[in-house]
């Protein structure tokens, strides 16, 4: 959420990463390797902990169909649009994001399934998803594409984030 908004909106204790399930084993060596310990894996996800920050990896693959799965859970799909190529800066970190549909549908979906109301901190981060998804909507039903002028960023942030090498 704060690299999407581009600020810092809370105290935070963790990190949530989305990963390819292809990158697990060498993302793992690499930060244990950096002084985070392994706290817990799971096949969808690995949690590991370094000087009290917890930081989830959620795996993800493709299902045969092309579809977008949590890695050993084919029955968590995500949305085709869940992954969007744009990337968000924080701090002087550029990340890409989970596309805020895809984080309230998540936020959404998982209170559902556990029938545990949200905290407090759950709910204020649904309103902020919900605001930004209507706007969203808002600006491309103004020019009927999510990458017109009217989107965030506009064409020429889209250019920028394209010229940047992928690492």
């Known amino acids: 959420m704060d690299f999407l908004l581009g600020r810092i909106t809370r105290p935070h204790a963790d990190l949530d990463l989305v990963v390819w399930q292809r990158h697990r084993r060498r993302i793992q060596r690499a930060l244990v390797a950096d002084g985070f310990r392994l706290e817990r894996e799971l096949p969808v996800q690995t949690d590991l902990v370094q000087d009290a920050v917890d930081v989830t990896f959620v795996f993800l693959e493709r299902a045969s169909d092309g579809s977008i799965v949590g890695h050993g859970m084919p029955e968590w799909v995500w949305r085709t649009d ?6 968000h800066c924080l701090g002087g970190i550029c990340a890409r994001v989970v596309a805020p549909i895809q984080m309230l549908d998540d936020q959404e979906g998982y209170e559902a399934a556990t029938g545990r109301p949200p905290r407090p901190k759950d709910a204020q981060t649904q309103r902020r998803l919900r605001d930004i998804v209507r706007r969203t909507r808002a600006r491309q039903s103004e020019c009927g594409a999510p ?3 009217a989107a965030p960023g506009g064409p020429r942030r889209w250019k920028r984030d394209r010229a940047r090498p992928r690492g």
């Open 82 to 87: 869940a992954l969007p190529p744009a990337r």
């Open 147 to 149: 990458t017109c002028a």
